[in-house]
């Protein structure tokens, strides 16, 4: 299980967090008041989608396989090809 913690952030650190947070929000972002800065991050960032592939790998035992996901935010602007 994961755990939620209180730390302090550097202003580079909270702009790189919300940058992702903006790029995977895909449609709608929530604040609790008007804000100019959360608008134009939205705004620049609206293009990006969450995308999963999930993948399967052959086990070392019969009828066995190793399942997983890869999870990556892509421009929608460019080509797939170039979000890899």
């Not at 702009?15 to 709608?28: F, G, H, M, R, S």
């Not at 604040?31 to 592939?53: C, M, P, Q, Y």
């Not at 009828?63 to 797939?80: F, H, K, N, W």
């Amino acid at each position: 299980m994961g755990c939620v913690g209180w730390a302090n952030a550097k202003s580079n650190g909270a702009k790189a967090i919300n940058k992702l947070v903006a790029q995977c929000a895909e449609d709608l972002v929530f604040n609790f008041t008007a804000s100019s800065g959360i608008e134009a991050l939205v705004k620049n960032f609206a293009k990006f989608r969450v995308e999963v592939d999930f993948v399967e790998f052959p086990a070392n035992e019969p009828d066995a396989i190793y399942q997983g996901s890869i999870i990556r935010v892509r421009d929608t602007r460019l080509p797939a090809s170039t979000n890899k």
